[in-house]
């Protein structure tokens, strides 16, 4: 994902919990969570590993679709992770 690229991103945490943000600049802000210096949710629960990311055409959209996932059950959005990982393993 390039730099500047608005987008919404999941990672799984060592205790296998998810956490959602948004961003636009996806490595830099994977990085930022494993030093540390990301979310106060994920400074404990180090390190993270991304498992999903969608783009979007401006941050707007992006910020609802954010807001839309989290209120996702974690079966629901286990199978989206899920869906979305098979499509870049075909």
Known sequence: MDAGKDCI???RCRDNSLYTGYTNHLE???KQHNA???????RARRPVTLVYTQPYP??????????????LSK???????????KGLNS
């Open 9 to 11: 991103y999941v990672v």
């Open 28 to 30: 830099r802000r994977i």
């Open 36 to 42: 540390g210096k990301g979310a106060k949710y994920t």
């Open 58 to 71: 401006d941050k707007s959209q992006a910020l609802r679709a954010e807001a839309a996932f989290k209120k």
């Open 75 to 85: 079966a629901q959005k286990e199978a989206l992770i899920e869906d979305y990982q």
